[in-house]
Each structure stands twice: as C-alpha cells, then as structure tokens.
C-alpha cells in the first residue's frame, strides 16, 4: 500500500493518519480499522476495553495491557480489565496484577497519573530505573522494563487510561504514540455513548418509576397499534402483565370484541388524515379485562410524532366504582324506594319519549291510574309494615300481569300508574284493568292476618297533542271518577270529566275569594216538636251568595271544600257566625225550653286535629247560657265510621264542652249499631229518603219504626228529615218520632226571617 492510500484509507474511518514505514501504517492502520469497528459494535464500554487492549498488544507486539478509569475526586483505580499475551509468565501477570490492581494513581503519579495530567500518551523507558514509579518492584518481579499509556477523552476530559507493558527496554515510535492518541479518541466515543446510554436508561428509570408509582394505567401504542408502554396500574386494571402486553395490540388486549373495527378505523383515519376526535379528550369507554368482562374506562389520549412515526399514549383508570355508585343514585333517584318500581319522574320521562316517538298518532298509548281503596284503613288497623307489605305485594301483581314493554310506577302513596305503549283499542284497555283488578283481588297474606285489597282504576287513551302530564292527569281524573261511582271500578276518561274537573277547579280557586269576600252567609231551617208542632231547634245551612252565579246551595261546592280541605276555614266560619247569632237569639222566646242551634260538621273538620280547641274558643267568647241555648253538631254516619275511635273521643270532648251530638242522615250510611252504642250521641236523624217513601210503603215505616225504637232504647231524641206533607208528618208522629224537619214547617231562611218567626213565637200550626 501507498501513502495516498494509507490516507484515504484513514479518512474513510475519519482519522488522520501520520506516515510511517509501509509495513507499521498498516499494521496501525489495521488497528484503527479494529478499534473503530469495536468502537461501533461492542455492547458496552468493557467489551471495547477488551477488545482494544487485545488489538493494541497484538499491533505493538507489548504482553500486557490495562485500563484504569477515572474516579471523580481526580485520580484513576484498575477497571479490573487486562490483556496478557499467551506467552507471558502467568504468574509474573498475576503478581504484577495483584500489586496493580489495590492502587490509585492520582495526578502525575507513575505512568497513567502524568497522562491524567498532561492529557497526552507517555512511555516510561525503563520503570525498575524510575523512582517516581510506585510499582517499580512489580515491574521489576514481572520482569516488564517499558511501559507507555495513553488517556481515552470524552469530550474534554479523561475518562480512563489505557497503559502497557513489555519486557524489553523499547522507545515508541512518535507515529506510534500519535495512532494510541487516536485510538483514545475512538475510545472516548464508546465511553460518551454509554454515558449517553446510562442517562437514558437512568431517565427511563426514572420514567418508569414514576408511571410506575401513578394510579393511573398508562399505555403506550405504535403506529400499528402495537403496545409499547404498559405500567404496573395497567397491570392492575387490565390483569396482563407488562412482558404479556408488549408487542401485542391494544385492539386485541382491551378493546371489546364489539369496538375493534371502530379502533381500528379510528387509528387509520389519523394516519391518513391525521384525524382523531378522541385525542386530547377525557373520554369515557368500556374496556376488556383479561377475564372477558368489560368495565368502564376513563381515558386519555393523545399522540407524538417522533421521526416520521406516530406514537400514542393514554392515561385510563377504572371508573367502574364511581359508575356503579352513579348509577345507584340515578336509580335511587328515578325509582321509588319501597317498592323498587319506577317513580313519577321515570314515568313521566318514558311516556313523553313514547309519546314523542308517535307524534301525529298517539294512538294505542293507554295510561292506567291505579288507587288503591281504603289503604288508610289497613295502614291504621295492622301498622306501616303491613302498609308497606301490602304495597310491596301490588307492586308485583301489577309487575307481573303486565308486559315487559309496559311500565309500571308507583306514583305516590297508594297511587299506581301503568304506561302501556301498544293498545289497539279502548276495549283492550279495559280488558287489561279488568285484568289488574282480578289480579288483586286475592288476599294479600300478612304476617298473622290477610287482607284484602280493592282498587279503583282511571284508563286514559293518548290523544294528539298531549303531553305526558295531560295524560296521566286525565287517567287520575277517570280514576277519582271511578272511585265516586263505588270501588274496586275501572272508568274511561272522556271529555265531560275534564269539564267537570275544569270547573272544580274555578270553583276552588272562587271558594278562596269567596272566604275572604265575605261572600257565604248562613240560612237557617226551624226544627218543630212532632207532638206540638212547636218550633224547638234550627239547622244552620251554609249558602254562598256568588256575584255572577247568585245564590249557591251547599251541594254546588261544599263537596270541592271538602277535597280540597277549604271545608275547615268555612266550617270555622259557620261555626262562629252561628254562635254569634245564637247569642243574639237566646232571648227571642219566651219559654223555658231552650232554643237548640246545630251546625253540620264534614267528615274533613271531624278529623281537623285542633277542632275541640277551635270550638272551645269560639264557646269561651260567646259564653251561652245553657237554659236558652244548646249548640248542638250534625256528623254523618260515613264521618263517623271513617275513624270510629278517633271520631268517638272528639265528639265525646265536643260534648264534654256543653255541644248536643246528632248522628245526621241516620240509616244511610254503613254503620255499626255496635258503635251506636258507645257513641256520645243525643239526636237520630232519620234521612229524608225514609220520609220520602212513608205514605207509600211499609218498608220505610219499618225502617222508621225501627230506627225510632233503637233511638228511644238509647235514651236518644229522633228526628225525621224531609217532611214535606202532612201525610208524613201525621205518620211520624204515629210512629213516635220527636221532632220534624221539612219544608211542610218552613224552608232554610235568612237569619232575620227566622228572628221574625222567633220573634213571632210562630206556632206552626198542624196544617193537617
Ligand atoms: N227536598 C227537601 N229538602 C229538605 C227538606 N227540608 C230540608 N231539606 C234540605 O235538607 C238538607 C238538610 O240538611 P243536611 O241533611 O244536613 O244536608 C246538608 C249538609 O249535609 C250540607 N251542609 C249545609 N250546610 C253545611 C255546613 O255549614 N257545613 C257542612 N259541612 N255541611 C253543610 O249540605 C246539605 C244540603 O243542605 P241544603 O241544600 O241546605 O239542604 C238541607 C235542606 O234544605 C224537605 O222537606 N225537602
């Protein structure tokens, strides 16, 4: 080989070759060629030692090679990596090691510490002769007479020096010191690759650490959907090991069966287009454990591109806690508790979607408003467990008589409604609350007692235009109508009943004005003695003198007071405007019987919980005198018997503050004569549908006989209601009947008629 060519060939591998004879450029040549090839392919920094050591003993024909690598704090220590030529004495390389190896070299100390210092290669001539040399007994033991070194840079320092011994007293040649310079150069590269290397995998380290410690599964994929990041929270959440993972999809590994394609198109739509809804997103997705079950995931994503590759990452965690937790609530909050059946709201939300799916033709959407009948009664006679029992029970006889497309909800209370999506017709409608009421009328059994349970159903069909609230309105309207019309009935809503409903509810909103205007007053209809046909008592009966409609019997709005619980204010009121009447009154007559007022009471004021001290006050500030005037009140016996217990003990107060019981239109409702006889009563009325029919039959003189017999056995003074001819009147009297009522003595009057006629000490005469 030629100069030129010992340059070019130098270049080729980036070093600057110095001249020398033919044979030596290419031996070093060689050399350089070795150390940049192990430079290049050894795996780490020691294997390069080795091998250099190996390559520079061969080239300059030196036995022993070392490598010392710098320690910060300045000074070199033995890497423990030698080269010893096969010929050399093993036990001189090991006495020699043994003495070099415990040593550090610090700056200009020996042969590698003026290297450390100077920063160029060195040779020692003849070690046994220098008495800096620290291992100059060694040397001399080894019989190694030269050595040379020289620094391995990286960058501007030295990070090892490599030095070598032989046994011959040599000089090196200054091309041959040039090429080890260089050779340390080549060196100092792998060094600053490993260094490189270690701050990277220190860094990673350190990465994987901290993705490690996060709660978070963090997930790395390629660009081929491969997994290449896997930390140990993915471990947790997904059940792979990290080793199991990587390398496999993520298409495969946690995406369900059902959402691969979409993944997959997904990922190739950014590729194209670089595309992707989902990145930089907090997305909520299911995922696939490894035992097959899918879970809910909270997930993000976002990519890098990195040399013309996409990469992408995600944080996710298990929301499958916080999940179940929402959807325990949701559920809590559309269902009702008790029962475990949807709540109005629910119901309310599923019949406005069916109703909007089929808009234009609501049709065959019927709902069904089911009440259950005196419910009250079994809360009251076997307590709020057997209540809840008995409701938790018609929750699953409805439940279960229905379709799964039906819904069944508990509105409130004892208060049903069915939602049922797919009825042809109103007589299908009916057909299946004939159904739900066959399906309750078994016993429910309790704990010790079974009872039996009766309901009152309303079916409103959909109609164009309505809404959800309109429909389950309309079938709550059919079913108070059907509750009215007896119980355990079914009713179809029509348009008539939402008149009426339209106006209950004007006359409702007129009550309230109608109170506070001022607008009632007070008739009064004398009661006479049957015997004299003397005027004894008057029953005060509420009118309501309506500025448009004139004057308003009891009939045309007390039954609205009475649901909508207006009764207790009027009743109030009829109650302290008879009293102050009565007052004035009590000195009209001129007799030493007592002029008895009564009022009527609704079922709704026997149960108002502050009526005794309503009445006692109203007592106090009128203040009767008893020899004039007896209060006296009128219950019905349907008030009595709604709470026999409840109704005894208040009337039995009323009484004890001085007020005559009567028990009103006596014989029509359902009552227990049982009762009758622990009832704090003074007065029988007899219904006026028995007076009606006396002249006629004998079945309702019968009845009056008999109700007047078991009146005077109970010490009880008996009215008859009604009286409207003197036929009737002749045979009350025969049957025995103390005192008359009727139109025959005188129509329900203004309060100054009847002082007149009071005044008038007006008899009535027998007009017989
Ligand atoms: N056909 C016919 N009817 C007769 C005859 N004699 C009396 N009457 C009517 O029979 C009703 C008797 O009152 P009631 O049975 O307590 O029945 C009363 C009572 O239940 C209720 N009512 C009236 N005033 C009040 C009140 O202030 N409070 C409450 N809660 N209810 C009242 O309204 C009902 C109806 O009262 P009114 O319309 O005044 O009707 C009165 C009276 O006008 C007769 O010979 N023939």
Redesign the pocket.
């Known amino acids: 080989m030629n100069m030129s060519g010992c340059f070019n060939a130098a270049e080729q591998i980036g070093v600057k070759m110095p001249c020398s004879s033919d044979d030596a450029t290419t031996r070093y040549l060689h050399l350089l060629k070795e150390v940049a090839v192990a430079a290049n392919e050894a795996i780490g920094v020691d294997a390069a030692l080795r091998k250099i050591l190996q390559s520079v003993c061969r080239v300059t024909g030196w036995p022993v090679g070392h490598t010392l690598k710098y320690r910060p704090g300045g000074e070199l220590v033995s890497t423990g990596i030698w080269h010893v030529d096969d010929r050399y004495p093993t036990d001189s390389f090991e006495a020699f090691r043994r003495a070099s190896e415990p040593l550090c070299f610090t700056s200009g100390i020996g042969l590698p510490g003026p290297v450390l210092l100077e920063g160029q290669p060195l040779e020692v001539i003849n070690t046994h002769a220098d008495a800096h040399f620290p291992r100059q007994d060694a040397t001399m033991a080894a019989g190694l007479a030269t050595g040379f070194a020289f620094p391995v840079r990286s960058g501007n320092s030295i990070t090892a020096v490599l030095e070598f011994f032989t046994t011959r007293p040599q000089r090196l040649s200054p091309e041959l010191l040039d090429v080890m310079a260089q050779v340390g150069v080549q060196l100092g590269r792998v060094f600053e690759r490993q260094n490189a290397q270690q701050a990277l995998l220190a860094s990673e380290q350190r990465s994987r650490q901290i993705l490690d410690s996060a709660g978070d599964a963090f997930i790395g994929m390629d660009a081929r959907g491969a997994i290449t990041a896997w930390n140990r929270a993915a471990e947790t959440i997904f059940g792979w090991s990290r080793a199991e993972v990587l390398g496999q999809t993520v298409a495969e590994t946690i995406v369900p069966d059902q959402y691969r394609d979409a993944h997959q198109r997904g990922l190739a739509r950014f590729l194209t287009h670089g595309k992707a809804q989902a990145l930089g997103q907090r997305l909520e997705l299911p995922a696939l454990h490894r035992d097959g079950r899918e879970f809910p995931l909270e997930i993000t994503l976002w990519s890098l591109e990195e040399e013309n590759d996409w990469s992408f990452f995600a944080f996710a965690h298990d929301i499958s806690a916080r999940k179940e937790a929402e959807q325990a609530l949701e559920h809590r909050a559309l269902h009702d508790a008790l029962t475990g059946l949807p709540n109005r709201a629910l119901v309310l939300d599923r019949l406005q979607q069916c109703l909007s799916r089929r808009a234009g033709s609501n049709d065959g959407i019927a709902v069904l408003f089911i009440d259950l009948d005196h419910f009250k009664r079994i809360n009251d006679s076997f307590g709020h467990d057997a209540g809840d029992q008995v409701l938790i029970t018609v929750a699953q006889r409805l439940r279960q008589v229905m379709r799964p497309t039906d819904t069944v909800a508990r509105l409130a209370g004892d208060e049903f409604v069915i939602v049922c999506p797919d009825v042809a017709s109103h007589t299908d409608a009916i057909a299946i609350a004939q159904r739900l009421l066959a399906e309750l009328a078994p016993p429910i059994q309790l704990k010790e007692d079974s009872v039996f349970v009766a309901a009152s159903i309303g079916i409103a069909m959909a109609e164009p235009g309505w809404d959800a609230e309109k429909l389950i309105g309309s079938a709550d309207i059919a079913m108070y109508e059907a509750k009215t019309g007896g119980h355990s009935h079914y009713q179809l809503f029509d348009e008539q009943m939402q008149m009426q409903v339209t106006t209950r509810l004007q006359i409702e909103n007129e009550l309230h004005r109608a109170l506070d205007h001022g607008e009632f007053c007070?008739?009064f209809?004398p009661i006479v003695a049957a015997a004299t046909g003397e005027v004894v008592s008057v029953?005060?009966?509420?009118?309501w003198q309506h500025p448009v409609k004139g004057l308003l019997?009891?009939?045309e709005f007390?039954p609205i007071a009475?649901e909508t619980g207006l009764?207790v204010p009027?009743?109030t009121w009829?109650i302290e405007e008879t009293c102050r009447l009565a007052q004035a009154w009590s000195f009209l007559r001129d007799t030493h019987l007592p002029l008895g007022i009564s009022?009527?009471?609704?079922p709704r004021?026997l149960l108002q919980s502050d009526l005794v001290d309503t009445v006692k006050r109203i007592f106090s500030t009128c203040a009767f005198d008893p020899s004039r005037i007896e209060f006296g009140f009128?219950v019905?016996e349907t008030a009595v018997m709604n709470d026999p217990e409840a109704a005894a003990s208040t009337l039995q107060a009323l009484r004890e503050l001085g007020a005559q019981i009567a028990i009103?239109?006596f014989g029509t409702g359902y009552s227990s004569l049982a009762y009758l006889k622990h009832f704090p009563v003074d007065t029988l009325?007899i219904?006026?549908s028995f007076v009606m029919g006396i002249s006629e039959g004998n079945v309702d003189q019968a009845i009056v006989r008999a109700v007047t017999g078991l009146g005077h056995a109970l010490d009880l003074v008996v009215v008859a209601?009604?009286?409207?001819t003197a036929e009737q009147a002749r045979i009350l009297r025969h049957l025995e009947v103390d005192l008359l009522?009727?139109?025959?003595y005188a129509?329900?009057q203004p309060a100054e008629q009847l002082e007149a006629l009071l005044l008038n000490a007006c008899r009535v005469t027998r007009s017989a």
Do not use: W, Y
């Not at 029953?539 to 009118?543: D, I, P, S, Y």
């Not at 009022?599 to 609704?602: A, E, F, R, T």
């Not at 209601?721 to 409207?724: D, L, M, N, R, W």
């Open positions: 007070l008739f209809q029953e005060a009966l509420l009118r019997s009891p009939a007390i009475e009764i009027i009743g009829v009022v009527n009471l609704s004021q009128e019905t009103d239109d009325k219904d006026r209601e009604g009286v409207e009522q009727g139109f025959l129509h329900p």
